[in-house]
C-alpha cells in the first residue's frame, strides 16, 4: 500500500433523525443500523483499509467517544483519533489534523470521508478513489466524489459541473444548497448535478494552500499549535484553542471559494442512512415492502414500513402502512416516515 495515502473518518455527529437509537451518548456510527454484525464506522474502516494503511487512518471524533472508538476499532491506537472538545462544524476538525498529518508526512494524500454511510460496490469505492488520489498527487486540485442523482431528493447538498467537460473528472462550477423540490427536478434534468456526499480527496498541502488563503485567521490560529503536536502538549493546546475556532464547514470554508475545485461522478452505490427513510431503501424486505431489524414480527395489512426493536421482541402490527417503529430501552416510536424529518424536532423537545 502507498504509505502516502491517508483517511479522516468524521465520526463526531449525533445521528439524531434515527433517534431513539441513535443517541447524543451512543450516536448512529456506532450501531449496527443494517443488522450486518458490523456498525457503520466498522464498515467504514474496513471499507478505507482495502487501499489506505491501517495505521494512516485517522479517525475525527468527539471526545466523549473516544472509549467506543477504541472498543469498536481495536486495530486503531490512541494516537489516531483526533478528539474535538467542542463541536464546530467539519472546517477546524479538517484543518486541524491535515496539520497533524502535514507535521508526520508532508507528501500525504488524503481522503476525508462520513464514518456513517452506506457504500455497496466497494470495488469501485476503491478504483474511484484510486483516481481521485492519482488526480491529487500530480495537481494542485481539491476533490470531491459526487453521486448521480436518482430522484429529486430535497436532503442533499447538489454540486454542479460544466456540462461541456467531457473528461471523467470535472470542473465544479458551484455547491448548491438544499433545494426545494420543484428545484431539485430542475437539477436532475439539467443533467450536470451530483449529490454532495460529504467525501472529499486532497493532497495535505492542496488543502492546507486553500485554508492559508481563504481562512487565514483560522489557519493562524491552529498553526500557533503546530510545534506541539503530535506530541504530548498537543491536548492543553487544543483544549484550550479549539473551542475559540469559528464553527464553519469545509464547504462554505473552502470549497465554495476555490477556483481548483473537481468532482468525479461516482461509480457506486451509495445512500447516507441519514433517516429512517432511506435505511427503509437498503434493507431487505418482505412481499409488502416492511423491512425488519432485529425484531420477530406478525404483519396483517401491514406495508411500507421499517420496524427494529432489541432482543428479538415480537412486534406484532395490523393495518400500518409507511411507518417507522422502534421499540428502545425504555422508549417505543411509532411515526410516520413521510414526516421523519420531524423526529429530530421531537429529540429537542424531549430534551
Known sequence: MNKNYYAIIMAGGVGSRFWPVSTTDFPKQFHDMLGTGDTLIQKTFTRLSQIIPKENILI??????????????????????????????????????????????????????????????????CANLQHAFDFCEREDNLMTLGILPTFPNTGYGYIEYDKLDSRPIKKVKQFREKPDYATARKFIQSRNFLWNAGIFVWSVKSVLNAFQEFQPVMYDHFMQGYDVYNTT????????????????????????????????????????????????????KDENNNAVVNA????????????????????????????????????????????????????????
Open 233 to 284: 502538549n498537543e491536548t492543553q493546546f487544543i483544549k484550550e484553542n479549539y473551542p475559540l475556532a469559528e464553527n464553519i464547514s469545509v464547504d462554505y470554508a473552502i470549497l465554495e471559494k476555490a477556483h481548483n475545485v473537481f468532482v468525479l461522478p461516482a461509480t457506486f452505490d451509495w445512500n447516507d442512512l441519514g433517516t429512517w427513510g432511506s435505511l427503509h431503501e437498503k434493507l431487505d
Open 60 to 125: 475525527l471524533t468527539n471526545e466523549v467517544y473516544n472509549d467506543i472508538v477504541l472498543e469498536q476499532l481495536p486495530m486503531v491506537k490512541q494516537e489516531q483519533i483526533i478528539l474535538e472538545p467542542a463541536m464546530r462544524n467539519t472546517a477546524p476538525c479538517i484543518l486541524y489534523a491535515s496539520l497533524k498529518i502535514k507535521k508526520e508526512n508532508p507528501d500525504a494524500v488524503m481522503v476525508v470521508a462520513p464514518s456513517d454511510h452506506w457504500i455497496e460496490d466497494e470495488v469501485q469505492f
Open 296 to 351: 420477530r414480527v406478525l404483519l396483517e395489512n401491514a406495508s411500507n414500513n421499517i420496524i427494529r426493536a432489541e432482543g428479538k421482541k415480537l412486534v406484532v402490527i395490523d393495518g400500518l402502512d409507511d411507518y417507522i417503529i422502534v421499540d428502545k430501552d425504555d422508549t417505543l416510536l411509532i411515526y410516520p416516515k413521510s414526516k421523519e424529518q420531524d423526529i429530530k424536532k421531537i429529540v429537542g423537545k424531549i430534551k
